[in-house]
């Protein structure tokens, strides 16, 4: 499989990269007690638009959601999100615990979790720091960018 994804300008120095967050994050509306499921956000300079969301099932198997750093970043504040991805925050924001939640939507079901709040919005400001708000297009090599939308492998 050709990788879809556009790639960056390259520089010489180093790549500085955001430390995956490996987290516990509990499943709700399920019978009984919450499940708990291991969670890991990533984010990649290569991809500087989005987060990725790996579920890590108890089998060891993954599902992964691609989405948009911004939209996360909108979700920690207020309710965002329309389509088959939603996140928000916990109306108890300055609770000691307050949380994170997010609905995955397919037509094989729904699902919604809630994360740590405060863990979230460390990583989440890590992936600002080393790509500022705004700055992400300065990383895109566009002529690559457009030639896959044209088809040009």
Do not use: N
């Not at 050709?2 to 955001?18: A, H, I, L, M, Y």
Request: glycine share 6%.
């Amino acid at each position: 499989m050709t990788d879809k994804q556009p790639r960056v300008s390259r520089e010489e120095s180093v790549r500085e990269e955001v430390p995956e967050l490996l987290t516990e994050i509990r499943r709700l509306f399920t019978f009984g007690e919450p499940l708990t499921v291991r969670c890991r956000f990533r984010y990649r300079r290569d991809d500087p638009f989005a987060v990725r969301i790996d579920l890590i099932l108890p089998t060891g198997a993954t599902i992964t959601w691609t989405v948009s750093r911004d939209l996360l970043l909108a979700g920690t504040r207020a309710p965002s999100g329309e389509g088959d991805f939603k996140v928000w925050p916990s109306c108890r924001r300055h609770h000691p615990s307050p949380y994170l939640f997010f609905s995955l939507d397919r037509p094989a079901g729904h699902v919604t979790f809630e994360a740590d709040l405060p863990e979230f919005e460390r990583w989440l400001e890590s992936t600002y720091a080393l790509v500022p708000l705004g700055s992400e297009s300065e990383l895109l090599d566009w002529d690559i960018l457009t030639g896959r939308l044209l088809g040009r492998d």
